[in-house]
């Protein structure tokens, strides 16, 4: 069974490729932190499925994607829809 099977209608399939594609590791590397690893695991597998989420590296290494992808787990929390949410703090992240 695909990815696209079991998220039909997203761009899972997508995400994933393009995480494949890159250089950024999905293990612990030199000086990650374990504690740091487990919060991208987490944002990852919670919001993969939302429209301008991309797969973190799993690297244990807090980096800008990182503080972007907790940005958009703030609009998302908050209950902004993917067609509002663009992961930068601004009037709308912060009435909320």
Not at 74 to 78: A, N, V
């Given at each position: 069974m695909g990815v696209a099977s079991v998220y039909p209608g997203s761009d899972l399939t997508s995400k994933v490729f393009k995480s494949l594609l890159n250089t950024d590791?999905?293990?612990t590397v030199n000086g990650g932190s374990e504690q740091v690893?487990?919060?991208q695991h987490w944002l990852n597998g919670r919001y993969v499925n939302r429209r301008n989420f991309f797969?973190?590296?799993c690297d244990g290494h807090y980096s800008h994607d990182v503080a972007k992808a907790m940005m958009y787990a703030?609009?998302?929390?908050?209950g902004m829809s993917d067609d509002v949410a663009i992961g930068v703090f601004g009037p709308g992240s912060r009435s909320g």
């Open positions: 590791a999905y293990v690893r487990s919060i797969i973190v590296p703030l609009q998302y929390e908050i």
